[in-house]
């Protein structure tokens, strides 16, 4: 392994801006790691998508991420990760991750009564991904899946510790706490930024697994066994991230500004489809 | 003008479930007239999608109603009223109108101190599709568009007049009270649902003006001048009307039982990408 495949950034990707959470995970986790980061705000959202269509933006955006000579790739979409990351894996020779088996092999390991809650968006929830993935690795544990769609516009709101979302949350996860659950999976790239508002009202007996974390983890074992890490330190004053949209840049950058460790300069548009 | 001409169907479509606010308007106003509707559930939604985009897609949906042998149609879609119409326009021989210009010169005609508020999705508010509208009818008249994010997911879980509903409209529409308006548009096809919570907040001062409604309305204008209006009563028992969704076909039909007058079966998916 020489020198300059270590140097390389890591590719991140998702439909928008939620897995800019992944993002924050990788740099105060793996901080001498450059990333490439692209968002498809112009698509977005995934969860409605047929697997075909996602199998064919993920295609895209990895020919997009492998032209910026990525040395290897992070799903850091909920979706994209349960429908794409299998094919993506096979047609591909750098490591490629996805936020979904990593959360859950978490929470499996977390359990102690085997009960499982996981809250979502509905494309995510309906489609039980967590729940097989669950499943594949212990079936005697029971998931509870719960829809919260208002989640993901009361962050996008920036409304986190709002008593409107104390409220919101509040109903969303009281069927979830009759369920007497010990484990709850963030199962959408936006809800870490509500952890605290939803770790209030779960309390403390329910651990709260943020596949976001799980990911950087899982990334920084992998960066490991194929020899891949970067061992020089970042040069904080050459913005040494880029960020990547296929739409509505400028929204893209403060978001981003309001999460991020470090400051993002500007976030540049391209179009997605040409890849 | 034969009469099978006027036996055919209205075609009204939408990039999801917000235009069926127009498709009740519709059955309420102009109750002979069978529908045929589209909602892109599939590509939802179209606010934050470019021009291009937006006409391709809004192209292939004409060419879907079309096939269905509609007498004329209905883009009850702020934003492809916005970017489409008037492309579509030349393109085909049958009528077709938006939701935009009703909803714009009902408000130009009502506001008597000149001052018209919009609120809308990001996508509306930040193109300013309503200002522009207002302005080229009367360029003295000063808009005020506030973007309400929240108020479609509310919408969608039907919290329609609950106490979370209220307090976050009361904080959207504070600043369009300073600005004191004398009418407010309901610029997102969702928002008429919410109308009571709307006005109350807003108060008997200003006046609301549903586009959806001003759409029906120009729709019977419409007909009437092209003597296209259906002359004999449907009958209820036999389903005159057809839903047709690019995706999650139940959730639409669900919605669409929630807020119409009368009860639909079913709604049909089809691949949109084929016309």
Excluded at 31 to 57: M, N, Q
Aim: proline content about 5%.
């Amino acid at each position: 392994m020489c020198i300059d495949e270590k140097d390389k950034p890591i590719g991140i990707f998702d439909s928008g801006v939620g897995g800019l959470t992944v993002v924050r995970e990788v740099m105060r986790n793996i901080p001498k790691e450059r990333i490439v980061y692209f968002g498809d705000t112009a698509r977005v959202p995934y969860g409605s998508k047929s697997k075909e269509t996602i199998l064919r933006y993920s295609r895209q955006i990895v020919r997009f991420l492998r032209s910026q000579d990525v040395k290897a790739i992070v799903i850091a979409c909920n979706t994209a990760s349960a429908l794409a990351l299998e094919e993506l894996s096979r047609e591909i020779t750098i490591p490629i991750i996805g936020v979904v088996k990593p959360g859950a092999k978490v929470a499996c390991a977390t359990t102690k009564n085997n009960r499982v809650g996981v809250i979502g968006t509905k494309g995510t929830i309906s489609s039980g991904l967590y729940t097989d993935f669950i499943r594949q690795i212990n079936p005697h544990i029971h998931v509870v899946g719960k829809a919260c769609p208002l989640f993901v516009p009361l962050v996008e709101e920036n409304w986190l510790k709002d008593p409107v979302t104390v409220e919101v949350a509040t109903r969303y996860l009281a069927e979830l706490k009759e369920q007497n659950i010990d484990t709850l999976i963030l199962g959408c790239t936006h809800y870490p930024l509500l952890r605290s508002t939803i770790g209030k009202i779960m309390g403390e007996q329910v651990t709260l697994v943020n596949p976001a974390y799980e990911t950087a983890c899982r990334l920084r074992e992998l960066l490991h066994e194929e020899h891949l890490m970067n061992e020089t330190s970042l040069e904080e004053n050459k913005n040494p991230h880029r960020f990547y949209v296929s739409d509505a840049a400028e929204s893209f950058r403060d978001f981003a500004n309001s999460i991020l460790p470090c400051e993002i300069e500007k976030a540049k548009k391209i179009n997605i489809e040409d890849y």
